[in-house]
């Protein structure tokens, strides 16, 4: 199981740990930015670290909103509370090993890195045909981790269309990536006969609503 402490996969998350409690453990899986994998792995949140701007964009984060929730639950109100603003305070915050032992229980924590994810991507697709975006393979890279250490069977939750990022995904196919976006839609289709989506493909030919354009600093006089 991928949980990546958005709003979808939080629900997916509870849910399952609601409903399906013998499912197992649900993973988080993180990119390069892997603060949720140690916070898990660690016992610390510490977002003092450099950012890095990732092929998995989505997963590019610092601080995670939905992780607050997942304190409420474990915490609640006041050491939720104490902890995010010991965060905004110091950058850090750090919970005691009976804390973490309540989220370990329904939580593991690997992470995959650029090389890896594009790895998977080729993998899945000269394996098994399946074309999958770069949060996918994130997600099914790290139960790939998971699994070959515990054995146990995964599910995971893919999180969107390859063709939104299709030149990341061209690019882990080993394929030149054309410079136009719309381009680089018709190689990926041309590459692996996988239909483009109907609302992507239907972008080329859409009306161009905002082409207004500002200054950061002129930004105030422009409302």
Not at 155 to 172: E, I, M, N, Q, R
Request: negative net charge; charged residues 25%.
């Amino acid at each position: 199981m991928y949980c990546l402490f958005r709003n979808d996969h939080f629900i997916v998350a509870f849910g399952f740990i609601i409903t399906v409690p013998a499912f197992g453990k649900i993973v988080c899986a993180s990119n390069k930015n892997d603060i949720l994998t140690d916070f898990i792995n660690k016992g610390v949140y510490d977002k003092r670290r450099e950012f890095f701007t990732t092929v998995s964009p989505s997963m590019d984060i610092l601080i995670s909103s939905n992780l607050e929730r997942l304190l409420w639950f474990v915490l609640g109100a006041d050491k939720t509370r104490e902890c995010m603003e010991k965060l905004a305070r110091e950058g850090v915050y750090s919970l005691d090993e009976e804390s973490m032992k309540l989220i370990r229980e329904d939580f593991a924590g690997y992470s995959c890195s650029e090389e890896e994810t594009k790895k998977t991507i080729s993998e899945l697709f000269s394996e098994y045909g399946y074309l999958c975006d770069t949060h996918t393979a994130v997600a099914a890279n790290a139960a790939k981790q998971y699994k070959s250490e515990k054995g146990n069977k995964m599910l995971v939750v893919s999180t969107a269309s390859p063709y939104k990022f299709a030149p990341a995904v061209l690019s882990a196919l080993g394929e030149e990536v054309p410079s136009d976006d719309f381009d680089a839609l018709d190689k990926l289709f041309a590459v692996t006969k996988c239909a483009i989506p109907k609302n992507l493909a239907s972008l080329r030919e859409a009306e161009v609503r905002f082409t207004k354009t500002v200054e950061p600093e002129d930004m105030i006089n422009s409302l």
